[in-house]
């Protein structure tokens, strides 16, 4: 106990001990004095700036005062504390609006229960931007709780706009509000509950959480979640994005140019591809669109490059995904918006809807890729393979997983929109839909150690070959630059310009995934909605 709470309940007992109703009142008035005097210095001194900048000077020292009386821990000093509250929140103070909020809902300090009240108070602190509150409310929401209906979407947004506020990381001694964000909205994440799903979103939020507060979240739900980002179509699917971007670029005023130039071009954006031309064919003259139905009639397939010549280049301004549209962020000072099954870029509603017959097939590809859906023909595809039992069992995947995955598989699209479903669709049929979708085909890269370390950690051998697609074959045409490339014949590249490239995983990766996704699901499985089910290291303090 501090020392100047021991004065405080000095005072209160000599309170209790006087006979006269003046001399009681007195004790506590000089109490009540000393704590202005005390909130005043602090506010003065700075102490407060953050809550002070977050929210305004008004009604800022009643609520301290309050959180003074409180910190006294005699029943006593409760009417003194409820009163201060209810003074910082008819002053419009968002914390103080929110405590009042809590005793109205809670009757703590000998306050009067009223829900309509307090759900009323907390509203208007969430609208105010309070973190707790907003927190609170965004949980009701979450659970349809105190006559609110069910909503993620909304809740999800809350529980975001919560994290803005500077106030909610300073709360040194109830971390719990903070915590219970980022942990909700991993756990959305996780499930899709009120947003796109996403491994590696929620992998974010529970390291942020050991930040707040180390070894709250289970060490293991980390492991399994950094393994599934190592083995998934994400960081490839993200890099492909941003190599193609440069492509784009420096694709935007040639019209024609020689195969063996595009390819360098290619190559010098990063992409490596997997066939190489005839001698006579790497000289004839192509457009962009000519380039694509090459790449669907040969079998080319594309792969990311280690080391290329642009790596090291500025990433041009995000453009919008609808052909034909030349705004970027550049030019509309806007942020895109965003594919939220997909991330695909558009500057607005309207081209995207104008794009959705040429994006849907695509953005349902690239979303399979990223999460690694595992089709009926892939399945096939491995079940063809005698070893697949021996392989299974050293990779620490049992029968019962197998079939579980087996039971959930996707179908095979390439009938339709002639885009493969993996790498071993792509070799069986090919890609003949690059030019009517606007995309082009980049096949899975050979894991690294690190990531194999990774899955080592959570009992997972992987194969040498796994992940392992075929090599390309560089194409020799001399030494031509691609700053010499002619550009003669200059116009727009538009419409035929590839605007995604599609990552291609190995059916084995894709199982691999799946059953460790279904690992981790079982794991999250079965607590309080707080604790999001074994995503904290411990349950208690509930």
């Known amino acids: 106990m501090s020392g100047r709470n021991k004065k405080y309940k000095n005072r209160k007992k000599k309170a209790e001990s006087t006979t006269g109703l003046e001399e009681a009142l007195e004790a506590l008035e000089a109490v009540e004095r000393e704590l202005l005097m005390l909130v005043r210095k602090s506010i003065k001194s700075g102490k407060e700036d953050v809550t002070k900048n977050a929210y305004g000077e008004a009604g800022l020292e009643e609520y301290l005062v309050a959180s003074q009386f409180v910190n006294i821990k005699e029943d006593i000093f409760d009417e003194w504390a409820r009163k201060y509250y209810h003074k910082s929140s008819d002053m419009g103070n968002p914390v103080g609006q929110f405590s009042v909020a809590v005793l109205y809902l809670k009757g703590t300090l000998g306050h009067p229960m009223d829900d309509v009240l307090g759900v009323e108070l907390m509203g208007k602190a969430s609208k105010a931007g309070n973190g707790v509150a907003l927190f609170t409310e965004g949980m009701w929401v979450l659970e349809g709780k105190y006559g609110k209906q069910k909503d993620p979407v909304k809740a999800n947004k809350m529980f975001h706009k ?90 935007r005023s040639i019209q024609f140019q020689s195969l063996g130039d595009w390819i360098l071009l290619y190559q010098h954006c990063g992409f490596e591809l997997s066939v190489e031309p005839s001698t006579e064919e790497g000289h004839d003259r192509l457009t962009h669109h000519d380039l694509l139905e090459w790449m669907g009639r040969s079998g080319a397939i594309l792969r990311l490059s280690e080391d290329y010549p642009a790596m090291g280049d500025a990433v041009p301004a995000l453009g919008c995904e609808r052909p034909g549209c030349d705004v970027t962020e550049g030019t509309s000072g806007k942020e895109m918006k965003k594919c939220s099954k997909c991330q695909a870029p558009y500057c607005g509603v309207a081209c995207q809807r104008k794009d959705w017959a040429r994006h849907n097939p695509v953005c349902e590809a690239v979303h399979a ?65 690059m030019n009517k979708y606007s995309y082009t085909l980049v096949g899975s890269s050979v894991l690294t150690e690190k990531q194999r370390q990774i899955a080592r950690e959570v009992g997972i051998l992987l194969p040498r070959d796994f992940g392992k697609s075929r090599p390309p074959v560089k194409a020799g045409f001399g030494e031509l630059a691609v700053s010499t490339v002619s550009t003669k014949e200059v116009t727009s590249i538009g419409d035929n310009c590839a605007m995604r490239a599609i990552t291609l995983t190995h059916p084995m990766g894709a199982l691999l995934f799946n059953v460790l996704w279904n690992r981790l699901v079982e794991d999250l499985g079965g607590t309080c909605s707080c604790c999001r089910a074994g995503l904290m290291a411990d349950n208690e303090g509930h």
């Open 162 to 251: 919560a994290l803005k506020d500077p106030v909610l990381s300073q709360l040194k001694q109830n971390k719990s509000p903070h915590v219970g964000c980022l942990i909700s909205l991993a756990h959305m994440r996780l499930s899709g509950l009120g947003c796109s799903k996403s491994y590696t979103a929620a992998l974010k939020h529970f390291k942020a959480v050991e930040e707040v507060e180390p070894g709250k979240v289970n060490e293991m739900v980390i492991k399994r979640l950094e393994v599934l980002e190592a083995i998934s179509g994400v960081e490839l699917q993200r890099e492909a994005d941003i190599r193609n971007r440069r492509l784009k670029e420096m694709s």
């Open 369 to 433: 890729s990223i999460w690694n859906e595992l089709t009926q023909h892939e399945m096939e595809i491995l079940k063809q393979d005698e070893g697949l039992v021996g392989k299974l069992t050293r990779m620490g995947i049992s029968g019962g997983e197998f079939l579980q995955v087996s039971a959930s598989l996707k179908e095979c699209t390439h009938s339709s929109t002639s885009i493969p479903c993996g790498l071993e669709c792509f070799a069986e049929n090919s890609a003949r839909s």
